[in-house]
Structures are given as structure tokens and as C-alpha cells.
């Protein structure tokens, strides 16, 4: 899939009312490739960096993303803790991300074919996607 280059650029996550925003909530996105994504977040010191493969599956629209590493270098956890998918949605207040819900797709998941069919099997799950997220691009 190629990437959606409306999501490039720095995002901050939306405060919550009566909260001001933090600029460790911010996230970067960058075009790595024609099909790939460089993603910052949260991108303070303590950031991971990842690569992300836009996939859609179902008719959702999703990113598979991989830990490449945070400023000390490569991660050091587990394969489980590298790969993550998450999707997506523009929306008129900015850009919602929720994550995989993993009580519902085994993270351990060997291929893209069985993550296809364990997301298209819960497909009409509300609970598919979980911890939604909204942040507000930054134009600075």
C-alpha cells in the first residue's frame, strides 16, 4: 500500500479539557519510502522510532509498525513488543489512532496472512481497535 501523505508532519496529542498541550505527546511522521513511514513518538528523548507499512484489511485502514529503535540505539525487548498495528482515522478535529487490541488478535502472529484473517474475523468487533489517541498537527 502506498503511504497517505496527509498523515506526514508533527502531531500533538490532544489535551485533554482544561489541560494544556505537552511536547512530549508530539509525534513525527516522515515519508520513508513510497510504501513506508518513519514515526517518532513520542519524540522527546525517551522516543521510539518505528517504520510503518500501511496495510488495509477489512476495509480498515491500518499501519503495521515495527520498533527500529530509540536514541541508546536498537530496542532490547521481546519480538512481541516490536510489531504493533494500529489504525487510523482523519478526522475534522485531527487524527484519531487506536491500537490493536490484543485480547481480541494474538500478538504473536507469525505472518500477514494471520493477522488478515484474526482482524477480519473481529472485524464488526467495536473492540477491535482500543486506547484511542487524538492529536492535532502542528504548523509551525
Known amino acids: 500500500q502506498a503511504i497517505d501523505s496527509s498523515l506526514l ?7 485533554n479539557e482544561g489541560e494544556s498541550s505537552d511536547e512530549e505527546d508530539r ?8 510504501t513506508e513511514y518513519l514515526i517518532h513518538y513520542p519524540t522527546g ?3 521510539i522510532y518505528y ?3 500501511p ?6 485502514s491500518c499501519v503495521q509498525l ?13 519480538e512481541n513488543a516490536l510489531f504493533h498495528v494500529a489504525s487510523y482515522r482523519l478526522t475534522k478535529d485531527g487524527l484519531e489512532i487506536k491500537v490493536l487490541n490484543t485480547d481480541l488478535v494474538d500478538d504473536a502472529l507469525k505472518t500477514t496472512d494471520e493477522l488478515a484473517q484474526a482482524v477480519l474475523e473481529q472485524k464488526d468487533n467495536e473492540e477491535l481497535f482500543c486506547h484511542p ?3 492535532r498537527r502542528i504548523k509551525e
Not at 9 to 15: R, V, Y
Not at 55 to 60: A, L, P, R, S, Y
Request: hydrophobic share 35%; net charge negative; proline share 7%.
Open 55 to 60: 496495510i488495509k484489511t477489512g476495509g480498515i
Open 9 to 15: 508532519g508533527l502531531w500533538e496529542e490532544t489535551p
Open 66 to 78: 515495527l520498533a527500529i529503535g530509540t536514541a541508546d540505539g536498537p530496542p532490547e525487548i521481546d
Open 133 to 135: 489517541k487524538l492529536f
Open 51 to 53: 517504520r510503518g507499512y
Open 45 to 47: 528523548d525517551d522516543g
Open 27 to 34: 509525534m513525527m511522521i516522515l515519508k520513508y519510502s513510497d
